[in-house]
C-alpha cells in the first residue's frame, strides 16, 4: 500500500512538472540531411531557394527548450523577424552545426510551419539565430509567452 502512495505522489509530481513547462511557441531547427536516408531518419521539403525537394532530419537539432530570448521587429513585406538567443546548449548545437555542415541548409520551423532555409556559410559561436522575415504578430506574442525580450532581466 506504501507503494502505490509513493508512486502516485511521484506521477503527481512528474504532472504537475509536465504541465508547468508546456509552451505556446515550437523553434525547431532541422538540418539537411543525406537524400539516400531512410524514411525513419528523413523528410523531405521544399527548399525555398532552389524549389527543389531536399531531404531534412526529422528529428531537430534546436528546439524551443534551447531558445533563452528573442528579439522581434517588423519586417518589410510586413511580417517579422526576431533574433534568437540560445542557452548553452543551444549555442554548443549551434556551433557543431556550423563547423559540421558547411555547404548545407538549416531548416526553421515555427509552430509547425517553414519559415525560412539558413544556408551555413560560417561558423556561428554566438548562440544567435537570426530570422529574417516571415512570422506573424501572433507568432510574437506566443514567443512572448515562453522567453524574454533580448536585454531584459530572467524571470
Not at 32 to 56: C, E, L, W, Y
Not at 76 to 101: C, W, Y
Not at 136 to 151: F, N, Q, Y
Request: net charge positive; with cysteine; hydrophobic share 40%.
Amino acid at each position: 500500500m506504501r507503494t502505490h502512495g509513493v508512486l502516485a505522489l511521484c506521477l503527481t509530481v512528474a504532472l504537475t512538472l509536465a504541465i508547468a513547462k508546456q509552451r505556446h511557441c515550437t523553434f525547431r531547427v532541422h538540418a539537411q540531411a543525406n537524400p539516400h536516408d531512410t524514411d525513419v531518419f528523413s523528410m523531405s521539403t521544399r527548399a525555398r531557394s532552389s524549389g527543389k525537394d531536399v531531404a531534412i532530419q526529422k528529428l531537430p537539432w534546436i528546439t524551443e527548450h534551447d531558445v533563452v530570448a528573442f528579439a522581434p521587429y517588423p519586417a518589410p513585406d510586413g511580417t517579422f523577424g526576431a533574433l534568437f538567443q540560445l542557452d548553452e546548449h543551444g549555442r554548443v548545437v549551434l556551433d557543431t552545426l556550423s563547423v559540421e555542415r558547411r555547404g548545407s541548409l538549416l531548416f526553421v520551423f515555427i509552430n509547425g510551419r517553414p519559415i525560412t532555409e539558413l544556408e551555413v556559410d560560417r561558423r556561428v559561436s554566438d548562440g544567435k539565430i537570426y530570422i529574417p522575415s516571415g512570422l506573424t504578430s501572433a507568432d510574437v506574442e506566443l514567443m512572448k509567452k515562453d522567453w524574454r525580450m533580448i536585454g531584459q532581466r530572467k524571470k
